[in-house]
């Protein structure tokens, strides 16, 4: 099956910095990529989606100039977390499609101290 | 709003037993898709299954088959002779569209097999 990467896949950083977690397809062309998050024992939610050259859609009560989402290209898509606080600590999951399925990566775990 | 409902927090099943997995979801939607997708510790999603709403027959895939009530809008996954690989969280999920659009996921069954 096809292939996602996410990266880093674990980041451990300051309350008030900003982190990036890249997602990539790394064998195919994804028009469309997905933000999940997952609080621990609980089910994914959907934080946006992003389209390749469009602005994201963000799901009700995601901040989006706290979750900064950048689709420069069909194998990219990065996730910004601004100035990051502990409530913002969580496992970052996304996803892409191939307009058939979509392909989850294996997640990015972010600890805000 | 679309909503995707497992109603069975934990279940658990033998080693080689067969164990049913429930969902049930709404929507007022006549075309959508379903899928169940299994989360094992390393937390990587893995689909196991997807049915197409407008297909009659149920989906099959090695062990595992769903149970698809399109009337009552149940999702049942069957899993047959289990094995110890298959103890995981299991996520029934819906979309509008095959892949395409964005997934609503039920909370989660954790799936114990004793060997």
């Known amino acids: 099956g096809a292939v996602v990467s996410q990266h880093p896949s674990w980041v451990i950083c300051k309350s008030g910095t900003s982190v990036k977690i890249e997602c990539r397809s790394l064998?195919?062309?994804?028009?469309?990529m997905f933000w999940y998050r997952q609080f621990p024992k609980q089910s994914l939610m959907l934080m946006a989606t992003?389209?390749?050259?469009?602005?994201?859609?963000?799901e009700q009560g995601v901040e989006k100039d706290k979750f900064l989402i950048n689709h420069a290209s069909l194998t990219l898509s990065t996730l910004t977390v601004t100035s990051a606080h502990p409530e913002d600590s969580s496992f970052y999951i996304c996803?892409?499609?191939?307009?058939?399925?979509?392909?989850f990566g294996p997640g990015t775990r972010l600890t805000v101290l | 709003a679309q909503t995707v409902t497992q109603s069975q927090p934990e279940m658990s099943v033998q080693e080689a037993e067969t164990v049913t997995l429930s969902c049930t979801y709404d929507?007022?939607?006549?075309?959508?898709?379903l899928f169940w997708y299994k989360q094992p510790p390393s937390r990587q999603m893995i689909l196991v299954i997807r049915?197409?709403?407008?297909?009659?027959q149920n989906a099959t895939e090695n062990r595992f088959s769903v149970n698809f009530q399109k009337a009552a809008k149940s999702f049942s996954l069957k899993i047959s002779d289990s094995q110890l690989g298959d103890a995981a969280m299991y996520f029934c999920?819906?979309?509008?569209?095959?892949?395409?659009?964005?997934?609503?996921f039920g909370k989660g069954m954790k799936l114990t097999v004793n060997p």
């Open positions: 064998d195919f062309q994804a028009t469309t």
């Open positions: 049915q197409e709403a407008y297909k009659q």
């Open positions: 999920a819906y979309a509008t569209q095959g892949g395409s659009e964005k997934l609503v």
């Open positions: 996803s892409a499609s191939d307009n058939y399925e979509q392909f």
């Open positions: 992003s389209n390749e050259g469009s602005k994201a859609t963000y």
């Open positions: 929507t007022s939607e006549s075309d959508y898709y």
